[in-house]
């Protein structure tokens, strides 16, 4: 069974930055692309990041690109979500979610976790 945990949302101030976190178990980590969604209130779920098995490839979302960084560690089993200059608008549940391919579309994810919420007051 495919386990996704995510951890590091929270309330925090425009302008400042947060670290989400991503715990994998269960499958071969390594194997397969992970990526970063977002959902706010009465909205559909959005594209944030993804970035290839290796870590060698990313791709972002035009509203983040330049403010948020998607990294992983294939030892840890983990991906990360680095986010900086963070807006009101940031403000979402925030999903991983694992794929055969680095992909925007979340139909193209098999494995999803229960989300971590960030909250950016202005």
């Known amino acids: 069974q495919v386990q996704l945990v995510e951890s590091g949302g929270g309330l925090v101030q425009a302008g400042t930055s947060l670290k989400l976190s991503c715990a994998a178990s269960?499958?071969?980590?390594?194997?397969?692309?992970m990526g970063w969604f977002r959902q706010a209130p009465g909205k559909e779920r959005e594209f944030v990041a993804a970035?290839?098995?290796?870590?060698?490839?990313?791709l972002y979302a035009n509203s983040v690109k330049g403010r948020f960084t998607i990294s992983r560690d294939n030892a840890k089993n983990t991906v990360s979500l680095q986010m900086n200059s963070l807006k009101p608008e940031d403000t979402a549940v925030y999903y991983c979610?694992?794929?055969?391919?680095?992909?925007?579309?979340?139909?193209?994810?098999?494995?999803w976790g229960q989300g971590t919420q960030v909250t950016v007051s202005s």
């Open positions: 979610a694992s794929g055969d391919y680095t992909r925007q579309e979340p139909s193209e994810y098999d494995y």
């Open positions: 269960g499958r071969t980590f390594s194997s397969y692309a």
């Open positions: 970035i290839n098995w290796s870590g060698s490839s990313a």
